[in-house]
């Protein structure tokens, strides 16, 4: 029995313990003035005649982490202390168990030697005797410190558990007119700190862990007594709601449980009611009234425009945080601007499919846009239309010339909801959206380019082919805006993946106007008028595509070699076809203009059969893109391989030898085609086009020219292909290459050595942009 109560007695006596209490303080201002106060605290320099003793707590209930916070916190104030030995005096005293004078008021007499001392305090540990500090000041006085003229102030740095009587002493320091600051440092208990300050006590304590507060607040109660100088200008002292709080752990008593006692009788045990206790986190709460100075900034004049907030950047200066199209100027300007003449329509998804969410997301978009981008200086008439099941234009084009006008129209704008008819949409605006569009004289560029700007964030529940065949025959330009999942259908809508812009979250679409500014004057017609290219169109002409297709390829090819230079140094065009058999059409050097390059590819006959792709790539490889039949050296190389993807299995391997040759591969899948065999066939995404049907070839011209392009624009390597002839070897050599012969002459080895049983020295040959001159010079050595 005696075990048992044994037991019971250490589980309350453990149990009875209170666990360690978190404390902190919470001032209740906006994060503005928060920001003002700390900004105030490094602007703040007390110059007056003031003797100020720092008592540090070094016990070990701070511990050694603490009393280092404590020694940061004597640094900081001591930089609103304008110390000099007329001024302001500095000394520290650091107690425990016992008080230890650190160094006397009248030991050092700048603010650096002081920090500099404070810096180098060891800490002593003990016990927390503060009465003993605070008796041993009333014995001492201030050490080191001037006549009774000279007000006195003593910093209290503690966590306020002290181990002696603290209230007689204390009363005795203030009762000789010492002014009396308490400072908490870690877990501090806030009544003891009451105890050692000053009246009124709001404004005589403070929190360590706050440094830039605590300065703030030592300043701001000595300035309101005229002991400190004045405030700067602007700066003022104003009260602000603070709470100081103490998270304990209590014990409470939450009811009864059944339990047994022993007895005096043998084999007697009786049961009785024992109290049954439960463990609750509490917080202790003193409110206060915080008096602390708070100065204007640059802030204050609310510089940042259009939205933009305000960053302090130290004391004087500030950046402005500016919205997605704002930043031209430091204070949120505009900094977009659309310098291309053009006449711009939003078509906004209005349907259930968008939801009232996506609509507004979308219209506010908009508007941030024209915010950013529209002024009127800007060559630009914006018109704005909304559709669902049905489609209405609420701002006509040109309808207004201000952006405030605008807006407001904008605002105007409801949800309707209904049926997504983005294809009846799309016609009914490339029929009726550019009506009203002002006369030539009214706008910088007598023919600006007309641009539709889809915004929708549902897929089209009706077709949108035939409509888009409608847009482009009206010299349309098409741009997607929505949603990452209507990617694949907002590129059949533009015809081209550079013309779509796609977004993850609302805030994603937001920084997308940068993106959508670029596009709308960025769109042109392509084309390749001053790359020089050497350009080979590799036909399937074979029974799986039909005489009837192969025609609309044919037209494909002939309208796309309008937009190049025909010209001997800047673009060749080869013609191959193939299906049962592979015919060159014509070599690359074989029309040198335009007009007879059309009417040749107008003559490209169809073959019919069956095809096979690998054998057609190694014709080229080995018939066409050579310098006997007119390829360049130093010349970008593409092959342009137009199939539905039937007999190209075996073409993977001869792709990839053009490829390590320095020729690219662009490949156009028409209809529904082998995509995964095709892919390999490209190599890459970047270099498959693939187009619904033959039909729709030429709504996809625009982006074959600029997939064309961008490899026209690539570094060459001068020995890719290999410009030498029979079997010589090409050596790159300074910028320009030459060809090691055997058995061979010439420049490209294409001259057979007559006599001798040695090759003569091979020559150097320098690469030139004249081809016209090269190429006279191998037709009359090829002649010999």
């Not at 060749?572 to 058999?581: F, K, N, P």
């Not at 057609?616 to 010349?635: N, S």
Request: charge should be neutral.
């Amino acid at each position: 029995m005696n075990l048992i109560l044994f037991l019971e007695a250490v589980c309350i006596f453990l149990f009875g313990q209170v666990l360690p209490s978190f404390t902190f303080q919470e001032l209740y201002a906006s994060q503005q003035t928060i920001v003002k106060i700390s900004t105030a605290s490094q602007l703040m320099q007390c110059s007056a005649a003031l003797d100020v003793l720092l008592a540090l707590d070094g016990s070990h209930s701070i511990g050694k982490g603490s009393f280092e916070r404590s020694k940061y916190c004597a640094i900081k104030l001591c930089d609103a202390l304008a110390i000099d030995p007329d001024r302001v005096r500095v000394g520290v005293l650091q107690f425990s168990s016992v008080p230890q004078l650190e160094f006397s008021l009248d030991s050092f007499f700048t603010r650096e030697e002081v920090k500099e001392k404070i810096k180098k305090i060891i800490f002593k540990g003990g016990s927390t005797e503060t009465g003993l500090a605070l008796k041993y000041l009333l014995h001492k006085g201030f050490p080191g410190g001037r006549n009774s003229s000279v007000p006195q102030i003593l910093v209290i740095v503690t966590d306020g558990k002290s181990q002696g009587n603290i209230a007689l002493p204390a009363k005795q320091l203030k009762e000789r007119g010492i002014m009396v600051f308490a400072v908490g440092v870690r877990f501090p208990r806030w009544t003891e700190l009451y105890t050692l300050a000053s009246e009124p006590k709001d404004q005589y304590t403070l929190f360590a862990e706050h440094v830039d507060d605590a300065t703030n607040g030592l300043y701001s109660t000595l300035s309101s007594l005229a002991i400190c100088n004045a405030t700067a200008p602007g700066c003022r002292i104003e009260p602000h709601l603070c709470e100081r709080k103490t998270l304990e752990t209590i014990r409470e008593v939450t009811g009864n449980s059944l339990c047994w006692r022993g007895s005096k009788k043998n084999n007697a045990v009786f049961s009785s009611l024992c109290p049954f206790s439960s463990w609750k986190k509490v917080f202790i709460i003193h409110p206060a009234t915080c008096y602390r100075t708070v100065c204007p900034d640059p802030c204050d004049s609310q510089p940042c425009q259009n939205g933009g907030t305000c960053v302090l950047e130290g004391l004087d200066k500030y950046h402005c945080l500016c919205p997605i199209g704002f930043g031209g100027e430091a204070n949120c300007a505009p900094k977009l601007s659309l310098e291309c003449s053009v006449n711009l329509l939003f078509l906004l998804d209005s349907s259930s499919g968008t939801t009232l969410e996506g609509f507004l997301q979308a219209k506010a978009f908009l508007k941030r846009f024209v915010q950013a981008v529209v002024n009127m200086d800007s060559p630009v008439n914006v018109a704005v239309a909304q559709y669902s099941q049905e489609v209405e234009i609420p701002i006509q084009m040109g309808q207004y010339q201000d952006v405030p006008s605008l807006m407001k129209s904008l605002d105007r704008m409801s949800f309707t909801g209904g049926a997504t008819l983005t294809g009846r949409a799309l016609e009914y605006v490339a029929g009726r959206g550019f009506r009203d569009t002002l006369s030539s004289g009214e706008i910088h560029d007598p023919q600006p380019r007309q641009v539709v700007v889809l915004l929708t964030d549902s897929r089209s529940q009706d077709l949108v082919a035939g409509p888009v065949r409608y847009v482009r025959d009206q010299k349309l330009f098409l741009i997607g805006v929505g949603s990452e999942s209507l990617r694949a259908e907002l590129e059949e809508i533009t015809g081209n993946p550079k013309q779509v812009i796609t977004y993850s979250n609302p805030q994603d679409l937001f920084n997308k106007i940068p993106e959508l500014h670029k596009k709308i004057c960025s769109l042109q017609r392509p084309g390749c008028q001053s790359q020089s290219l050497d350009l080979v169109f590799l036909l399937d002409a074979s029974a799986t595509v039909g005489q009837a297709n192969f025609t609309k390829v044919r037209n494909f090819v002939r309208g796309s070699s309008l937009l190049f230079n025909i010209n001997r140094d800047v673009t060749q065009i080869g013609l191959v076809v193939y299906g049962s058999r592979v015919q060159t059409t014509f070599a690359l050097d074989t029309h040198p203009t335009s007009s007879s390059l059309l009417q040749a590819i107008s003559q490209a006959p169809y073959v019919g059969g069956a095809a096979s792709t690998g054998s057609a790539l190694l014709h080229v490889y080995d018939e066409v893109m050579t310098v006997q039949k007119g390829a360049r050296p130093g010349v970008s190389k593409a092959v342009v391989v137009i199939t539905e993807g039937t007999g190209t299995e075996d073409a993977v391997v001869p792709a990839q030898k053009l490829r390590n040759n320095g020729i690219s591969v662009l490949v156009i899948g028409v209809g529904p085609v082998l995509k995964e065999t095709l892919l390999r066939l490209a190599g890459s995404h970047d270099f498959l086009i693939y187009v619904p049907s033959y039909e729709d070839l030429e709504n996809y011209q625009d982006l074959f020219i600029e997939r064309i392009c961008e490899e026209a624009k690539q570094p060459v390597n001068l020995c890719k292909p290999s410009p030498c002839m029979n079997d010589g070897t090409c050596i790159l050599q300074n910028g320009s290459y030459r060809c090691e012969c055997r058995g061979w002459e010439g420049p490209h080895c294409e001259n057979r050595i007559l006599r001798g049983d040695s090759p003569r020295p091979h020559g150097l040959h320098q690469y030139s942009s004249n081809w016209k001159q090269w190429y006279q010079s191998r037709h009359l050595h090829l002649g010999s």
